[in-house]
């Protein structure tokens, strides 16, 4: 495949020049010519308006995916029960279906979890296929893709969501590599595209900066894994299901790794993304000591803890409080934020967020313009006649 010029019809506008992301053409005298690095791109090609470049590159045609039906969602378990971003990429899984009109589907791996299958159903799901098996009760990364495999070329999913956790970050990879399949880590929003019927995944990109939607049009499954705390839950009681016991074969070589013992660190982990209120502090706390104001909040209102990356680098408060695109995304009834400027990057993880309070005493900080109350003021003052105010109430 290459690209060359018809020198009759260049017109040396070097618009082709600016455009190559290669640096594969250069001008002799009026006229543009291909350089040896040229990757045919085709980028040069549509900024010419002479048609001066020329490409023997074939259109890619998008094959037909016509058997490949189903959102299917990927039943992420801790500690013996469903993670909290399965069932809300569930909730997603819905609408997206109603769009396209198929069916929700869950993909249950384990051992002895049968018991969770109505739970899914009772969440979204039309079927779960249940995959059990003695050496897939625990998560090793190479039997889990050997089964999700096989699920994915028996069945034909359209598309297929993950949780963007740690298990998740690290079997979705894997799983595309082996079905050929594109894939869209951590995003933060899914929609369908009316026209094309086709997954449009939107992710954050270049430090959050700008949000990038992708598609992915010549492979299937449409994979993405989606960060925890962006979609909403909906619990449906009325839903029903099917439950499909699936046979698996494990391999010897994939079970090469024997888990031996687990051992977990003990903290108390900070569950942001199912707190209702949320009272977050920023660079205008000043320090550590500022985060004793909003706990004494916290405490009356019912809600956790949080912070912006700033708070967390300075040390005030711990890596597993930070909202925004390095660290967590909530949706809570009510986030309170204080003393935050609300960069894009930490406004990414709050948005969701049914209710916004900000406290701050610059009144053009960027928080106001994404909040529906804003208290211009001291937040050591405000927050004070907050806790003052509340315990009369109470």
Not at 172 to 195: N, Y
Not at 204 to 233: D, H, K, L
Not at 239 to 255: Q, Y
Request: hydrophobic fraction near 40%; charge should be neutral; charged fraction near 25%.
């Amino acid at each position: 495949m290459t690209v060359w010029v018809e020198a009759d019809l260049c017109n040396g506008c070097k618009r082709c020049l600016r455009g190559c992301p290669y640096g594969a053409l250069e001008f002799s005298g009026e006229k543009a010519s291909v350089l040896d690095r040229c990757t045919s791109c085709g980028a040069c090609i549509e900024l010419c308006r002479q048609g001066a470049l020329k490409s023997d590159i074939l259109p890619r045609t998008v094959p037909d995916f016509s058997d490949w039906k189903g959102i299917w969602v990927f039943a992420e378990r801790r500690d013996g029960q469903l993670s909290h971003g399965t069932l809300e990429l569930l909730g997603k899984a819905r609408q997206l279906a109603e769009v396209l009109d198929q069916e929700v589907c869950a993909l249950l791996v384990g051992h002895g979890v049968s018991h969770l299958a109505q739970t899914l159903i009772r969440y979204g799901a039309r079927t779960v296929y249940l995959a059990e098996h003695e050496e897939l009760a625990h998560y090793r990364t190479l039997p889990y893709t050997d089964v999700l495999e096989g699920m994915i070329e028996k069945y034909r999913p359209g598309v297929f969501l993950m949780s963007a956790s740690h298990l998740g970050r690290d079997l979705a990879p894997r799983v595309s590599r082996r079905v050929g399949a594109g894939l869209t880590a951590d995003c933060t929003e899914l929609e369908v595209d009316p026209d094309e019927k086709i997954l449009l995944q939107t992710r954050p990109a270049f430090g959050g900066n700008v949000m990038a939607t992708i598609v992915s049009r010549y492979s299937r499954p449409q994979m993405a894994t989606v960060r925890p705390g962006v979609m909403e839950a909906v619990e449906r009681p009325e839903n029903a299901g099917r439950v499909v016991t699936v046979p698996v074969w494990v391999s010897e070589r994939s079970c090469a790794a024997k888990l031996l013992e687990t051992v977990r660190e003990k903290k108390d982990a900070v569950k942001l993304c199912e707190a209702k209120v949320i009272v977050a502090g920023g660079r205008g706390l000043g320090d550590a000591g500022g985060f004793r104001l909003l706990e004494e909040l916290a405490e009356i209102v019912d809600g956790a803890v949080a912070g912006t990356r700033v708070a967390v680098e300075e040390g005030w408060i711990p890596a597993d409080r930070q909202v925004g695109q390095t660290g967590q995304s909530v949706r809570p009834e009510l986030y309170i934020a204080c003393g935050i400027s609300g960069a894009i990057q930490h406004r990414a993880g709050m948005l969701n967020s049914r209710y916004v309070l900000a406290i701050n005493k610059d009144p053009r900080a960027p928080i106001f313009q994404v909040a529906d109350w804003g208290i211009r003021g001291d937040l050591r003052e405000v927050i004070p006649e907050l806790v003052r105010q509340l315990k009369r109430g109470l």
